[in-house]
């Protein structure tokens, strides 16, 4: 809702009078009489219905981008009977029309191709201006909601360069009362936000594993949250409870699911300050590039969060050998929910959690597969962590033998591996590193990475 649309107007321009000047005349070729071109009532009609094409225009960030058919001086040879003598005065049909082109381009942000018989190259630039551009948000100082138009001028610091904007924004009007919001509605509204919503600190992680006798992958996801412990909390134990929603869509922005679940955590009684926890959820998806559009609302506080991520989820069935996410479990954990949702999927509860102590214990776990009509092959993962000045820390090789790669139930063609690491935590100074698993089976080199930080 919040993004870039374009709408091409094929038109020869409508002789209407913006300014409320009247009715516009002028004489037509086929039998030389005088006519009105339109009543006063139509004429009116239909200036006030353009003017509401363009606030609605501009409310729904749409830029008309009108194409005049007709060519260089078509309109007004036609009017004429190919008298290009016929002076343009202010009410001429030709002269109307071709403000009104004009106007629907200034004042929705596009531009007019006018005044030419080769509109190859105006409808290029049409295409070229529209393939990537600017989002910018501000803060109004004058706060008022009164419907009002409040013009806008961008300026850029830079020579020849043309920018083209909104010339205004309408405000929001106050209206009647409305009934009160529900979580999901301020779900979807966060989700369809171009930009992410910052009302909860969000971290999330996520990881694609295969799903036997299916062409999907389940995507385990780990959602971080922070919120204020309720005041409550102070008398007896608290519930804080999240809903959640996830949307994926594919690089060319098309929906490919929506899931929606609800995590409920227990606060102990006397916990102060802020309480950190996880929300687990999970949604299949076909192999793909994807861009997962993940919310949370936090009911206590009436607040809704958002956070993308990316994900490239292999062909896990179909490929020779391919790799799953990794996913990372720690101890302690943080309290999470709900804890059931991914059994059966990992042996571990996913955290979306990469800050540890030396005392901490952190594992890391991923899943190698391998397509067995091609036969199977032994595989060979290479550890390295690496500091923050890209030292080596720690660099160590595993065998994975063919014994390893069990059938999963039902499939005997599709066989994994399970692969679990021990972060080592306690053999590591404070700061940040970047822990990299390197798989090599057959000729397949695939690799995964997971930053993580000691404090």
Avoid at 138 to 151: E, F, I, T
């Amino acid at each position: 809702p919040h993004s870039r649309k374009t709408l091409i107007w094929i038109t020869p321009g409508i002789p209407i009078d913006l300014e409320g000047v009247g009715p516009v005349k002028a004489t037509t070729p086929r039998d030389g009489t005088e006519k009105t071109m339109m009543t006063g009532d139509i004429h009116l009609r239909l200036s006030d219905l353009t003017k509401k094409v363009f606030e609605t225009a501009r409310r729904a960030n749409v830029p008309i981008y009108p194409i005049d058919p007709c060519g260089l001086f078509g309109l007004k040879l036609y009017v004429t009977g190919g008298h290009m003598e016929a002076p343009d005065l202010p009410n001429a049909p030709w002269v109307r029309a071709m403000s009104n082109i004009v106007s629907s381009a200034t004042n929705t942000g596009g531009h007019a191709i006018i005044n030419t018989n080769d509109l190859a190259p105006g409808i290029e630039s049409i295409f070229e201006e529209n393939s990537s551009y600017y989002l910018i948000g501000y803060v109004p100082s004058n706060a008022k909601s009164d419907g009002s138009l409040r013009r806008l001028e961008v300026k850029v610091n830079r020579k020849d360069v043309v920018v083209r904007t909104n010339s205004g924004n309408y405000t929001a009007k106050a209206g009647p009362s409305q009934p009160p919001r529900t979580p999901n509605a301020d779900l979807s509204d966060a989700l369809a936000s171009p930009i992410p919503v910052r009302g909860v600190p969000l971290k999330a992680t996520v990881a694609a594993y295969a799903i036997p006798n299916s062409r999907n992958a389940v995507v385990s996801i780990a959602l971080g949250i922070r919120e204020p412990v309720p005041s409550a909390a102070a008398n007896g134990r608290v519930t804080l409870t999240t809903h959640l929603k996830a949307s994926a869509f594919t690089n060319e922005g098309e929906p490919r699911g929506t899931l929606s679940n609800t995590a409920r955590v227990v606060v102990r009684e006397g916990a102060q300050g802020d309480a950190d926890y996880e929300a687990l959820s999970r949604i299949d998806l076909p192999p793909g590039r994807y861009r997962l559009r993940l919310a949370a609302h936090l009911e206590s506080i009436g607040t809704t969060g958002t956070v993308v991520v990316d994900l490239v989820i292999p062909d896990f069935n179909g490929d020779r050998a391919s790799l799953s996410g990794v996913v990372v479990g720690a101890e302690p954990g943080r309290p999470s929910a709900p804890r059931d949702l991914l059994t059966g999927v990992v042996p571990l509860i996913p955290t979306a959690q990469r800050t540890f102590r030396q005392s901490d214990q952190a594992t890391a776990l991923f899943y190698l597969y391998q397509n067995g009509k091609q036969g199977i092959a032994r595989g060979k993962v290479m550890v390295r962590v690496v500091d923050e000045h890209n030292e080596a820390r720690v660099t160590e090789s595993r065998d994975v033998g063919i014994d390893r790669f069990v059938s999963a139930a039902g499939n005997r063609a599709l066989r994994s591996a399970e692969f679990e690491y021990r972060i080592p935590l306690d053999r590591l100074t404070i700061g940040r590193y970047l822990l990299t698993f390197e798989a090599t089976i057959a000729k397949s080199v695939m690799r995964r990475d997971v930053e993580f930080e000691i404090r």
